[in-house]
């Protein structure tokens, strides 16, 4: 059949329709309540899964990391000898590449420092918000990270802080995600900045490192990150970043967990929990991601089926009602694929007006959504695919009601009615 033939048809299946208005009217508005929940939630798996998915800039195929709580009753000065007399021991340990001590590592859940950074000492806005890694010369290398711009750390400006001490540092490491968020015209190597205790310059860029925080509430900010030279004397413990040279670690892991306890008078490492390896924080901080883009492609899925199964009942209900007037269609000279043609032009009718409301529904639910989580706004092309879907959807649901009506004789349709 021509397509102006096809489009003849429009004027009497919309006549139909209204007089079916409250069945109609329901396949519309499942279509587009299906249509606006399931773009949304495409987009939020979307949206995790990329979030998941990011390297942290580290060579964590070769990371671990021991989490070291320091015994009761040390003051600053014997923590500062333990630490420097663990660092030096685990270097030691056969198979390991590097070591160095921190507060925080990659995806660990918590426990960074963060830091506002200004652009000038009277800055009044809201000062750039960063993740701090305590760090020596030994992080960059430690760590696997590539610095692109810049110098390292040198051993002199280490500084040894306390909980409460003040941060006052010779010069700090920063990403180039952070980098370019302050100074988005130029290079910021070079360039001074301004910690809550007075100015810094940035001596070094990092290409690339993920924040310690891996859920969500802090997406925005999970590659800005900087390095600080410091060691910390926090008296509830720190943890200890080894890189190994090889992917097999539980001999180094074991190595260096024997090395630290044989001075274990002085500190305690949990059995089960206090050695990690980066793929294993990966799993962990991202398990929450996981969860919810599991859980939305099932709600996804239900709601296509749902949706399907209203069409093809509504379908079927509508050729039963319609057996007599398909029976003198086919007696006057209807084929089967006319038929065919009919219900599946009806039920494009009906999708694309659920199609057209659930398009805006979707991009108001997604505004909602956005001032509530921190999301970015849906691009076009994901209530776009939604539609395709939905419409291909509506076109397999009514083929099986559609091909039954066609195979019935004219004779046996209008007896039958």
Not at 178 to 192: I, M, N, R, V
Not at 209 to 229: H, N, W
Request: charged fraction near 15%.
């Amino acid at each position: 059949m021509a397509f102006p033939n096809i489009l003849m048809q429009f004027r009497p299946i919309v006549a139909a329709l209204t007089r079916h208005k409250v069945a109609t009217l329901l396949i519309v508005l499942q279509v587009a309540l299906t249509l606006a929940a399931a773009s949304n939630a495409l987009f939020i798996v979307a949206t995790r899964v990329v979030h998941l998915s990011r390297p942290t800039g580290t060579d964590e195929s070769h990371l671990f990391v021991i989490r070291n709580h320091w015994k009761s009753g040390q003051n600053a000065t014997q923590i500062d000898a333990n630490l420097r007399a663990d660092i030096a021991a685990l270097r030691s340990v056969p198979g390991v590449h590097n070591a160095f001590s921190s507060e925080a590592f990659p995806l660990e859940g918590g426990g960074a420092l963060a830091l506002g950074l200004k652009l000038t000492a009277e800055q009044k806005t809201r000062p750039k918000l960063s993740l701090v890694y305590f760090a020596d010369e030994h992080a960059i290398d430690t760590l696997g990270v590539s610095l692109v711009e810049g110098r390292n750390f040198r051993a002199d400006e280490i500084a040894a802080l306390g909980r409460y001490d003040k941060v006052a540092p010779p010069g700090i490491i920063v990403t180039r995600s952070l980098a370019q968020k302050l100074f988005p015209e130029g290079s910021a190597l070079g360039k001074t900045v301004y910690l809550p205790t007075g100015p810094v310059p940035i001596i070094g860029v990092l290409a690339s490192l993920q924040g310690a925080y891996a859920g969500s509430t802090t997406r925005s900010i999970d590659e800005d990150s900087m390095l600080l030279p410091a060691r910390s004397l926090d008296p509830d413990g720190v943890v200890y970043l080894v890189r190994t040279d090889g992917t097999s670690m539980t001999t180094v892991i074991d190595a260096a967990r024997n090395v630290l306890q044989e001075r274990g008078g002085i500190r305690r490492i949990d059995p089960t929990e206090g050695v990690i390896t980066l793929a294993q924080a990966r799993d962990d901080g991202y398990a929450a991601d996981r969860s919810v883009a599991l859980l939305m492609s099932v709600v996804c899925g239900l709601l296509l089926l749902a949706t399907a199964g209203g069409i093809v009942g509504l379908s079927s209900f509508w050729v039963s009602q319609r057996r007599r007037q398909i029976g003198i269609r086919r007696s006057l000279g209807a084929t089967r694929g006319d038929i065919l043609r009919y219900f599946h032009i009806e039920n494009f009718v009906i999708v694309s007006g659920g199609v057209a409301l659930g398009g805006v529904l979707a991009f108001v639910a997604n505004l909602c959504l956005m001032s509530v989580y921190e999301l970015p706004a849906m691009p076009l092309y994901v209530p776009l695919g939604a539609a395709l879907t939905l419409w291909l959807l509506g076109q397999l649901a009514v083929w099986g009601p559609a091909r039954h009506a066609a195979k019935v004789p004219p004779v046996v349709a209008i007896r039958t009615a």
